[in-house]
């Protein structure tokens, strides 16, 4: 078998038990699938049973708990069975509503699938669908996305293959997708140009009309609030810049899969070229610090955000990929950290670390010609010869992100799974993700003794503590009532009591 096959399929199905149908969809995934000979598992989401949340009220917007509590099944299943990539069923057409949603919140957004992504930390650690460690070691892909919803259908038919159809996709006021698909599948055959015009100009009677859809459909207050969706959609085309005669000639949806395709390709191409860049300017550097060795301006201010967002998720203590390990992506604090990075006028250095957003400060270095990194100040900047100017981006210190596992010093506190070993034996490792940025590996049986014997009676605890300018972590034993002892070292025989070791990537 080619080796770029999986191993193994294991066909998954959700019954999320919110509709009356939903146990049959999950039959007829079942039925399907059993007679291809392809194993399956419906997973039914568990409402009102920790930690999943209540379940959802009957008529209310449920998509974003829903997808939470999907994502969290799948994670689960998956590490039960030592399953690495998870593919979807995600088409062309669901890009389309993918691009909308982000222009709705986010003018000029890419916002687009991926055909291929490391899953990642999650948005929050108190989401319900927070990965940690484990979604750094998870893919997933999405083989479809290159194919229209039409497309996948007639395949289906020619092929006799039996489809169902979820009806609650038919309901507009179910979520902002719903709304935007219904929009699209009254108005998708319509000229561009009727819709959509170049550039702002009164609206034409079809416009008008489209437009009252638009604020009709969109009645919660997330998309209310934000835009309508025929001027997302208007924004959309025009901030990709159509053709003229693809936008007088082509019908609104092979429009918008068009410019959904052109997003993917250019988000492809600007990663591509950032990691060229990134690779080409990067200097040896501390764990989970980033130093970006001075060079030319990178071509293209996209590009120049695309490396920027690159380091913050790298290098920030929020869940890797999520929207805050970036800055939220907001285009303000890019622009300026661009500025700072590759000015366009002569400026002094700052006299602190500059922080935009991600709890990531960026300081102004020089690298000696020896390798070592020196911070820069007025007087040796810019350097000798023979030495380099950069920027040093590292973790912005004594800040905890609330709602983490750390307590408010910062102090991650695992005395409980320490325990745990220690009363199954002591020979168990135990594994924990720290600061979002460390995984921490405890070699439980070569603790102290008098470490062992507090913690397995209860008579201390054992803690995570971040220390130094760059917060890394420290391994801290206290007994009850006594000081808190540094126990980051070997012992006497030379065993490794524990290890770090960073976890995000570039």
């Known amino acids: 078998m080619d080796s770029t096959w999986p191993s193994s399929v294991h066909a998954l199905s959700v019954d999320h038990k919110l509709q009356q149908a939903s146990s049959t969809m999950a039959d007829h995934c079942a039925t399907f699938t059993r007679s291809r000979k392809i194993p399956h598992t419906t997973l ?3 409402w009102n049973t920790p930690p999943f949340p209540k379940r959802p009220k009957s008529g ?3 998509e974003a708990i829903a ?9 689960d299943w998956m590490d039960a069975e030592d399953a690495a990539v998870l593919a979807t069923g995600h088409h062309a057409d669901d890009n389309v509503e993918t691009l909308i949603l982000g222009q709705l919140h986010s003018p000029n957004s890419m916002q687009v699938l991926e055909p291929c992504r490391r899953w990642g930390m999650g948005d929050s650690t108190r989401s319900l669908a ?4 484990s979604g750094m070691r998870k893919s997933v892909i999405r083989p479809l996305l290159p194919f229209t919803k039409d497309q996948i259908l007639a395949t289906c038919e020619q092929l006799n293959l039996n489809y169902i159809v979820d009806q609650t996709n038919f309901q507009p006021d179910l979520t902002p997708r719903n709304r935007i698909r219904e929009l699209l ?3 998708g055959n319509t000229s561009v140009s009727e819709l959509c015009t170049p550039q702002p100009a009164p609206s034409s009677a079809k416009q008008t009309e489209f437009r009252s859809m638009a604020l009709d459909a969109a009645t919660s207050t997330e998309l209310a609030s934000n835009s309508t969706i025929v001027d997302a959609i208007g924004s959309l085309l025009r901030v990709h810049d159509l053709p003229q005669g693809m936008r007088d000639n082509r019908m609104l949806n092979d429009a918008l899969r068009a410019s959904a395709h052109l997003c993917t390709q250019t988000k492809a191409y600007l990663d591509a070229e950032a ?8 200097h040896p550097s501390p764990p989970s610090t980033f130093a970006l060795l001075d060079g030319e301006r990178p071509a293209g201010q996209k590009l120049c955000r695309t490396i920027i967002y690159r380091i913050l998720r790298f290098v920030s203590p929020f869940p890797w990929g999520s929207v805050a390990s970036q800055a939220h992506r907001k285009t303000e604090a890019a622009d300026a950290l661009v500025e700072l990075l590759w000015p366009t006028l002569a400026a002094p250095l700052p006299s602190a670390p500059v922080t935009r957003g991600a709890l990531v400060q960026w300081s102004p270095v020089v690298i000696r010609r020896d390798g070592q990194i020196k911070l820069a100040t007025n007087k040796n900047f810019p350097a000798k010869s023979g030495d380099r100017r950069g920027w040093l981006a590292s973790r912005q210190p004594a800040y905890v992100i609330p709602g983490t596992e750390e307590g408010s010093d910062g102090v991650l506190d695992i005395t409980q799974a320490v325990a745990e070993s220690l009363w199954a034996g002591g020979n ?4 924990t993700l720290f600061d979002c940025r460390f995984l921490v590996r405890i070699c439980v049986d070569a603790l102290p003794a008098q470490c062992q014997a507090n913690i397995r009676t209860g008579e201390g605890t054992i803690g995570i503590r971040p220390s130094g300018a760059h917060w890394y972590p420290t391994l801290v034993w206290r007994p009850t009532g006594g000081i808190a002892v540094d126990i980051s070292h070997n012992d006497s025989a030379g065993s490794t009591v524990w290890e770090a070791n960073p976890v995000r990537e570039l």
């Open 428 to 431: 168990q490792h135990v594994e």
């Open 60 to 62: 209310k917007p449920y």
């Open 275 to 282: 990691s060229k860049y990134l690779e080409l300017h990067r």
């Open 130 to 133: 927070f990965a940690g460690i």
């Open 44 to 46: 039914e989401i568990p």
């Open 185 to 187: 599948r009254n108005n």
């Open 67 to 75: 997808r939470d509590a999907r994502q969290r099944l799948f994670l």
